[in-house]
């Protein structure tokens, strides 16, 4: 080989390990000014700090606010009762009806008036009045009165007994309650995550007095369901028609719309001593009767 002549292998090995070695220095170099000057530090709360520098014989301090965003300054929803009822007047003008009927029926209108003297506690009066009759129970063809009227049919009879023969069977007609309230329950009603209502749940006990009416039916050949009824118009007999004290005992919600106005249901149990000529033998046997009643009503408040 000449002199003047170079071999190619050393040359590009020079080159390669030269191009190496600036890339190696630069790549040093960046990482060293991308490490961090110092050594790293923790961002800590004030608190914490605080509690992690107090002598472990001492006991740690509450903080309302631990991580100083105020976060838990505002009383929590659910215990923020938006519509306090402590010294406020209710009038509710309700629906009122029977419930599980066996042999009358009452349905009719009711009108609530309270007091709350404080925030779990009240006083009321209700004034009622109810209509309404005969279930079917008793006044349909295969009823208690239908199987009366066919067996009388079915011997040609001229006169036939139709008394009922069945406890229970006085109708509610008025009713007046004075109840004391107890509110436990104060909540948060919330509807597809978007409405949120207050709500307010309450027991109720008292007393008071209710008038009462019998309906009678009388045989009658030329009526197609073989008898009349009779008493069980509307207002017959007075609202408070032989009257009888009762005991009252329910619970009830009641749900804001606003400071001014709620809608409210409730279930009351009304119940009193009667006496009935049930086998029509002219025995008067005393028995209780329990009256279901349920009520829907708005509800204004000052």
Not at 107 to 114: P, V
Not at 149 to 157: E, F, K, L
Request: a negative charge; hydrophobic letters at 40%; charged letters at 15%.
């Amino acid at each position: 080989m000449s002199p003047k002549q170079r071999a190619p292998g050393p040359v590009l090995s020079g080159s390669f390990g030269f191009f190496c070695a600036v890339v190696l220095l630069g790549g040093t170099a960046a990482a060293q000014d991308r490490a961090p000057v110092g050594p790293a530090r923790a961002t800590v709360p004030p608190a914490t700090a605080t509690a992690l520098a107090a002598p472990p014989d001492r006991e740690p301090v509450y903080s309302d606010d631990p991580f100083g965003d105020a976060d838990l300054a505002d009383v929590p929803l659910i215990m923020n009762v938006a519509h306090p009822t402590a010294r406020r007047f209710d009038l509710t003008l309700a629906f009122a009806t029977s419930l599980v009927d066996k042999y009358v029926q009452q349905t009719g209108a009711a009108l609530d008036l309270r007091y709350h003297v404080a925030d779990h506690w009240g006083i009321g009066a209700t004034l009622s009045f109810f209509g309404g009759g005969l279930t079917d129970i008793v006044t349909d063809g295969a009823g208690v009165l239908g199987n009366k009227v066919t067996a009388c049919r079915t011997v040609n009879a001229s006169v036939c007994d139709l008394s009922l023969g069945v406890p229970d069977t006085k109708q509610m007609t008025g009713s007046v309650d004075f109840t004391a309230i107890w509110l436990p329950f104060y909540g948060k009603v919330n509807l597809v995550s978007e409405l949120d209502f207050d709500m307010q749940l309450y027991l109720l006990a008292g007393g008071g007095l209710n008038g009462t009416r019998l309906i009678t039916a009388d045989y009658d050949t030329a009526s197609p369901t073989g008898y009349v009824l009779s008493g069980g118009n509307a207002g017959e007999g007075g609202m408070f028609a032989n009257a009888v004290p009762h005991v009252t005992i329910g619970a009830g919600a009641t749900i804001f719309l606003n400071r001014w106005l709620a809608l409210r249901g409730e279930y009351r149990g009304i119940i009193w001593r009667q006496s009935l000529d049930n086998d029509g033998d002219g025995t008067f046997e005393p028995s209780t009767s329990w009256r279901n009643i349920a009520m829907v009503g708005l509800v204004v408040s000052q």
